[in-house]
T-cell receptor, first 113, second 114 residues
Framework: QQQVKQSPQSLIVQKGGISIINCAYE??????FPWYQQFPGKGPALLIA?????SEKKEGRFTISFNKSAKQFSLHIMDSQPGDSATYFC????????????FGTGTRLKVLA | GAGVSQSPRYKVAKRGQDVALRCDPI?????LFWYQQALGQGPEFLTY????????KSGLPSDRFFAERPEGSVSTLKIQRTQQEDSAVYLC????????????FGSGTRLTVV
């Protein structure tokens, strides 16, 4: 019940295309869903996050879609660029900063120039 | 400082050796977390501090792992009698406690036990 399942494991997208990464969770007590981007040799960096009271959040080229009834959320990267090539992790927690994150297993994204 | 600083960046330890990993959180951040990231995997929670109080240590894999944050700022993760399965990247993160911005992670310490 504590797991967050992430797919796909890897993704190759052409420059300018849309990258879509999906996550699913079981624990209905989760109420904070961040996405992190990690480059090799670096720590994860917060990209965007959403709470269950909204179905979509957009920041620049990054959009989170959230489906509370299905217990699923996804990251969409519009106009994907080679600089977006990184590993992306979804996560879930009961509250930001006061409870541990449960991370997905990661998606390695490669954007072809 | 502007970010979370971890040291050393790399550590090679012989099996059975004790190691200490340091984390300097963002100044003023009350919450501090340690995570373990195995190669090709997502980070896994180890322990959580609020100021100097260790409020959750449920993720520490064994009693060989110990963390402290005595003055509510710098934290140290200590691993005694290291084993090969301890090889991983150890990530520290801090959060301002307002619940709005999520964690800020450091670059991690890559521990290799030989």
């Amino acid at each position: 019940q504590q797991q967050v399942k992430q797919s796909p494991q890897s993704l190759i997208v052409q420059k300018g295309g849309i990258s879509i990464i999906n996550c699913a969770y079981e624990n209905t007590a989760f109420d904070y869903f961040p996405w992190y981007q990690q480059f090799p040799g670096k720590g994860p960096a917060l990209l965007i996050a959403i709470r269950p009271d909204v179905s979509e959040k957009k920041e620049g080229r990054f959009t989170i879609s959230f489906n509370k009834s299905a217990k699923q959320f996804s990251l969409h990267i519009m106009d994907s660029q080679p600089g977006d090539s990184a590993t992306y992790f979804c996560a879930a927690s009961k509250a930001s900063g006061t409870y541990k994150y449960i991370f997905g297993t990661g998606t390695r994204l490669k954007v072809l120039a | 400082g502007a970010g979370v600083s971890q040291s050393p960046r790399y550590k090679v330890a012989k099996r059975g050796q004790d190691v200490a990993l340091r984390c300097d959180p963002i100044s003023g951040h009350v919450s501090l977390f340690w995570y373990q990231q195995a190669l090709g995997q997502g980070p896994e929670f180890l322990t959580y501090f609020q100021n100097e109080a260790q409020l959750d240590k449920s993720g520490l894999p064994s009693d060989r792992f110990f963390a402290e944050r005595p003055e509510g700022s710098v934290s140290t993760l200590k691993i005694q009698r290291t084993q090969q399965e301890d090889s991983a990247v150890y990530l520290c993160a801090s959060e301002g406690g307002n619940g709005e911005y999520g964690y800020t992670f450091g670059s991690g310490t890559r521990l290799t036990v030989v």
